[in-house]
C-alpha cells in the first residue's frame, strides 16, 4: 500500500473528487447525536473525517489506515484543520479493527468506510471486524464502487481502464454479495445510476448476515 501511495498522496483528494461519489452524501447520513463516536476504516488523507468533524462539531472521531504514507498526509491534513484534539489515528488493517488499537475500551458508535471495501484484500472480514467494533445500536456505513452494468459492457470496460490508471478497481463481488442477502431487517442498500457505486447501511447484527 504504501508503494502505491507514496506519491500519489500528494494529489489524492484532487483526483477522487471526480469519481468517488455518494461519499458527502454517507456523511450527512449520518446524523450524528452528540458526542457519538465514528471510526472510519481506510481513512486514507482524512477527506472524510474532517468533513465530518466540520458537520459534527461535538462527535470524536477515529481514523484507521493500512498505509504509513497515506497517514501522514491525513496527519498533516488534521493538524491544519485545527481538529487534532477531534481525531485520532492509528496504522494497522481493517480486519483486526477493535476499539483497543485506540486505547478505548468503549464500542465505537458508528464505522465509516469510504470506497475502501474494495481496497482491503478480506472485505467480508473487515465488515465483520467492524461490526465487533461497533455497539448493539449502532450503525455501519459504506459506499463504493458496484458493477456499472448500467453503462453497457462497452462503456464500463472503458470506466474501468480509466480508473486503473489510479490503481482502483471496482469489487464488483461485494454488490452482488450483498444484493443476494437483501431484503434484509435493519439494512439498506441505495444503488447509484448506473450501477456505478452503492451506499449501504446497517446494524452490527445485519452487516455479518450480508457478508456470511
Known amino acids: 500500500m504504501d ?17 468517488l461519489f455518494g461519499r458527502d452524501t454517507l456523511i450527512r447520513e449520518l446524523d450524528l447525536r452528540g458526542e457519538e463516536r465514528v471510526i472510519e476504516i481506510g481513512c486514507g488523507t482524512a477527506r472524510n473525517l474532517i468533513a465530518i468533524a466540520n458537520r459534527y462539531p461535538c462527535a470524536r472521531l477515529y481514523g484507521l489506515d493500512a498505509s504509513q504514507e497515506m497517514l501522514k498526509s491525513a496527519g498533516a491534513a488534521i493538524a491544519r484543520s485545527g481538529f487534532s484534539d477531534r481525531i485520532k489515528l492509528v496504522h494497522a488493517y481493517a480486519e483486526d479493527l477493535t476499539p483497543a488499537l485506540f486505547g478505548e475500551e468503549v464500542l465505537f458508535d458508528r464505522a465509516v468506510f469510504s470506497y475502501s471495501l474494495s481496497m482491503i484484500p478480506d472485505w467480508r472480514k473487515a465488515l465483520s471486524a467492524a461490526a465487533s467494533a461497533v455497539g448493539p445500536q449502532g450503525r455501519i456505513h459504506a459506499v463504493d464502487f458496484g458493477d456499472l452494468a448500467g453503462f453497457g459492457p462497452i462503456f464500463a470496460g472503458l470506466m474501468k481502464a480509466w480508473l486503473a490508471r489510479f490503481h482502483v478497481e471496482p469489487r464488483v463481488e461485494i454488490l452482488q454479495s450483498v444484493e443476494k442477502k437483501l431484503p434484509l431487517r435493519d439494512a439498506e442498500l441505495r444503488i447509484l445510476p448506473g450501477r456505478y457505486a452503492f451506499i449501504l447501511r446497517g446494524n452490527p447484527k445485519s452487516i455479518p448476515q450480508l457478508v456470511g
Not at 500519489?8 to 469519481?19: F, G, S
Open 3 to 19: 508503494d502505491v501511495y507514496r506519491h500519489q498522496r500528494h494529489i489524492y483528494d484532487l483526483t477522487r473528487k471526480y469519481y
